[in-house]
Nanobody, 121 residues
Framework: QVQLVESGGGLVQPGGSLRLSCAAA????????MGWYRQAPGKERELVAT???????NYADSVKGRFTVSRDNAKNMVYLQMNSLKPEDTAVYYC???????????????WGQGTLVTVSS
């Protein structure tokens, strides 16, 4: 059973920083794209940032210049460094990965359980 486990959420003041981590564990053969999505109260889940296996990145316009996504392929981990946080960044942040399980073909999308980030004074 492949699982994604996030950590690093919490309460931070506006202008502050947080770093989210996500570890993929289980019978993994390979991971294609990894990334982060978020869902604020009353809103739909939206893309925050993604990173491919070679390291190409993509960001939502709302976080460009403030957030940095990175990954460690050897450890099957993805990170999200969040700087200059704003109240509108408050949301549950979900880790996402396209995973190929050992002994199978093709990639399946996997989600973590989510970690809450609250930006408030």
């Amino acid at each position: 059973q492949v699982q994604l486990v996030e950590s690093g959420g919490g309460l931070v003041q506006p202008g502050g920083s947080l770093r989210l981590s996500c570890a993929a564990a289980g019978p993994i053969s390979n991971i294609n794209a990894m990334g982060w999505y978020r869902q604020a109260p009353g809103k739909e889940r939206e893309l925050v940032a993604t990173v491919t296996s070679p390291g190409s990145t993509n960001y939502a316009d709302s976080v460009k210049g403030r957030f940095t996504v990175s990954r460690d392929n050897a450890k099957n981990m993805v990170y999200l460094q969040m700087n200059s946080l704003k109240p509108e960044d408050t949301a549950v942040y979900y880790c996402n990965a396209a995973v190929r399980v050992l002994g199978t073909f093709g990639y399946r999308e996997r989600w973590g359980q989510g970690t809450l980030v609250t930006v408030s004074s």
